[in-house]
């Protein structure tokens, strides 16, 4: 099971983006997509997820300003970042929670991370 990344990058302040993540591989079922970050000299934190029941969890900071859905293409999902603070700086990471063909339990997987900076 591979995760793909894309759609980090350089923004001002009040800006947006949106990232990408497209899992692939032998994959039975998702469980759950999100998307975590990491600032320099901080823990890893949820940003947003989306299980499969469509029921979605939002770290406070980013609620009403940061959209989780699915994609259009299967096992996809994107995260819309709108109104985009310096604080919002980190490297954003793909998490699904996921069972590989052939495979009784769920297991987590990651993406190589994504730069997102928002700076004058």
């Known amino acids: 099971v591979q995760l793909v990344e894309s759609g980090g990058g350089l923004v001002q302040p009040g800006g947006s983006l949106r990232l990408s993540c497209a899992a692939s591989?032998?994959?039975?079922?998702?469980?759950?997509m999100g998307w975590y970050r990491q600032a320099p000299g901080k823990e890893r934190e949820l940003v947003a997820r989306?299980?499969?029941?469509?029921?979605?969890n939002y770290l406070d900071s980013v609620k009403g300003r940061f959209t989780i859905v699915r994609g259009n293409a299967k096992n996809t999902v994107d995260l819309q970042m709108n109104s985009l603070k310096p604080e919002d700086t980190a490297v954003y990471y793909c998490?699904?929670?996921?069972?590989?063909?052939?495979?009784?339990?769920?297991?987590?997987?990651w993406g190589q991370g994504t730069q997102v900076t928002v700076s004058p």
């Open positions: 998490n699904a929670v996921i069972i590989p063909t052939a495979k009784l339990f769920e297991y987590h997987y």
């Open positions: 591989g032998s994959i039975f079922s998702i469980n759950a």
């Open positions: 989306i299980r499969s029941g469509g029921g979605t």
